[in-house]
């Protein structure tokens, strides 16, 4: 099997559905420009043009709702939204047409489509730049929210969300997209509610939401070397989210640490932490620890926005204090975008 870097594999799941299926077509602020989305819409756009792939001028709110009208005339849109803090504008349409729609027309159609929307930092974004949104849209009936961390579980979701008939939300984290593993040149869906356990272990459960799954995964790297076995867990779906696999894995180490993009405070980590609570007491060896972005709207400067995310560091001493280890943190990791060249 070949390998695909995450962006590569949004692109090859976007042109296969498309060539399946004529009613899907592309919008959204330079999806049609040189740099398609980080290269995510360059091969739609060379296949099937400009009627199928288009830019629209800032209109956040009115496409949600031209796009909407859309899916339940038959079509299937791909909304993208270049940073997701512009969903923010379209969140109207999004929470009280498309989520809503077939529960106030008893189930008769639905609104089947796609909204793409990235996230995380870049380089110095701020406060309105950088935001994930995942939580906040989580929280509404109605629709699906995913945000996986790894190429062959971008692909999957998205051939489901495009063959489906629930509104789905994706939120990609810039970070992920130079991220590479072997993909399938399948259409190969991935059902919604169902985690990947991306390493198994037997000492402390790391449950991560979209780029935290693979800080995660190198997490566990550094703490094998201290002989703890982690056994990380991207959820990839956010809603409907897969409850029996993060309690069999705490029933299985009995230790839990939950990483988020976003902040602690109502959000992935605290719903992770309930269902721990309510339904994984007993199996508890020690507290739950969260792990997020600081109390506050994000820094501009670097060392401020780098001591506001968490990291693999940040989430091997978040297991060293649950399992009183000594682990040697004095070795230097990469910045996984170092490299990152922009443009948003």
């Known amino acids: 099997m070949r390998k695909l870097k995450y962006w590569e594999a949004i692109s090859e799941a976007l042109v296969q559905c498309m060539a399946e299926d004529k009613n899907i077509f592309i919008a959204g602020a330079g999806v049609d420009d040189p740099r398609g989305i980080f290269g995510t819409t360059l091969e739609a756009y060379r296949r099937f043009g400009k009627d199928r792939v288009f830019d629209i001028p800032n209109c956040e709110n009115a496409f949600a709702g031209i796009a909407t ?139 991560g939401a979209s780029l935290m799954a693979y800080e995660a995964l190198r997490a566990a790297d550094i703490l094998k070397e201290s002989g703890v076995s982690a056994e990380v867990i991207d959820p990839r779906s956010i809603r409907p989210l897969d409850r029996e696999t993060i309690l069999a894995s705490i029933a299985k180490t009995g230790r839990l640490v939950i990483a988020d993009t976003s902040w602690n405070l109502y959000g992935f980590t605290a719903e992770i932490a309930a269902l721990a609570a309510e339904e994984g007491w007993q199996y508890l060896k020690a507290p739950v620890r969260r792990l997020a972005q600081a109390d506050c709207p994000a820094p501009v400067s670097k060392p401020l926005e780098e001591a506001f995310h968490p990291t693999p560091l940040s989430i091997v001493k978040a297991c060293q204090s649950l399992m009183e280890l000594d682990v040697d943190l004095r070795k230097p990791l990469t910045d996984i975008q170092e490299h990152f060249q922009g443009p948003y």
């Not at 504008?89 to 796609?114: C, E, H, R, T």
Request: aromatic content about 10%; hydrophobic content about 45%; charged content about 20%.
């Open 69 to 207: 009208g859309a899916a339940v005339a038959g079509k299937r849109p791909v909304v993208v939204h270049a940073r997701d803090d512009f969903m923010f504008l379209a969140s109207d349409q999004i929470i009280n047409l498309m989520a809503k729609w077939k529960y106030m027309f008893g189930g008769k159609n639905s609104v089947p489509m796609l909204v793409r929307g990235i996230t995380g930092r870049g380089w110095g974004q701020g406060a309105t730049h950088s935001q994930s949104l995942h939580t906040m849209f989580a929280h509404f009936p109605g629709l699906y929210v995913i945000a996986p961390a790894f190429p062959s579980d971008v692909k999957g979701l998205i051939i489901s969300a495009l063959h489906g008939n629930t509104p789905v939300l994706l939120f990609e984290n810039r970070a992920c997209y130079q991220i590479e593993e072997e993909v399938s040149e399948e259409l190969v869906p991935i059902p919604f509610g169902k985690a990947r356990v991306v390493r198994e272990g037997k000492d402390i459960t790391i449950v």
